[in-house]
């Protein structure tokens, strides 16, 4: 299957810094790329629906003024987290799919954010 | 609304077991299903997914799922699981957010244990 990196795979910061997670599609153009918020022993819950060259679309209940999503080609999605504070501490899982919803959506694999 | 759910949140099996993996979902429309396996502290890969045809859909690793649509159903099964199955399973569905949007909604999870 096609392959999904993020980058940085575990990232620790202090409270109140802004931090920013790549996620690229290496061998595929990904038309579309979803940020997942995963808490301990949960499922993933959907943030944001982001297509190459327009704005996010936000999940209800995610602030978009504190999780900023650029799509800005077709490989590369970057997720960042302004301002962090403990509770933004969780799982980050990015995907990325081609044009329709009959293409599959392949996972990265994770970036662990640890807030102190 | 569109929901998937897994009622068992914990199994475990025996090496060289079966396995079945149980899933319903709640769709109006023909469903897309998948079901992804995540390791601990690792992204989601893809075992297998169905989108139409034939009912039956075999995956990688050995894995197959059924698709029923007077159950609702999309269950996952492998005839001998092997040590290295223990991981998180998770089964999902292509549905269509309330801002148009394609997205997956994952079912809560199943862990799988296998013991010797």
């Known amino acids: 299957g096609a392959v999904v990196s993020q980058h940085p795979s575990r990232v620790i910061c202090k409270s109140g810094t802004s931090v920013k997670i790549e996620c690229r599609s290496l061998?595929?153009?990904?038309?579309?790329m979803f940020w997942y918020r995963q808490f301990p022993k949960q499922s993933l819950m959907l943030m944001a629906t982001s297509n190459e060259g327009s704005k996010a679309t936000y999940e209800q209940g995610v602030e978009k003024d504190k999780f900023l999503i650029n799509h800005a080609s077709l490989t590369l999605s970057t997720l960042t987290v302004t301002s962090a504070h403990p509770e933004d501490s969780s799982f980050y899982i990015c995907?990325?799919?081609?044009?329709?919803?009959?293409?599959?959506?392949?996972f990265g694999p994770g970036t662990r954010l640890l807030v102190l | 609304a569109q929901s998937v759910t897994q009622p068992d949140i914990h199994i475990t099996v025996s090496e060289g077991a079966s396995l079945e993996l149980r899933c319903n979902y709640s769709y109006g429309a023909t469903p897309y299903l998948f079901w992804y396996v995540q390791s601990p502290g690792q992204g989601l890969q893809l075992l297998l997914k169905?989108?139409?045809?034939?009912?039956l859909v075999q995956g990688i690793k050995g894995f197959e799922a059924e698709f029923k649509r007077s159950q609702s159903s999309f269950n996952l099964r492998k005839p001998s699981v092997h040590w290295s199955d223990a991981a998180e399973y998770f089964c999902?569905?292509?549905?269509?957010?309330?801002?148009?949007?394609?997205?997956?909604?994952f079912g809560t999870g199943t862990r799988l244990t296998i013991i010797p």
């Open positions: 999902a569905v292509v549905v269509i957010s309330n801002f148009g949007n394609e997205k997956l909604t």
């Open positions: 169905y989108f139409s045809g034939d009912t």
């Open positions: 061998d595929f153009q990904a038309t579309t």
């Open positions: 995907s990325a799919r081609g044009t329709t919803r009959r293409e599959t959506q392949y």
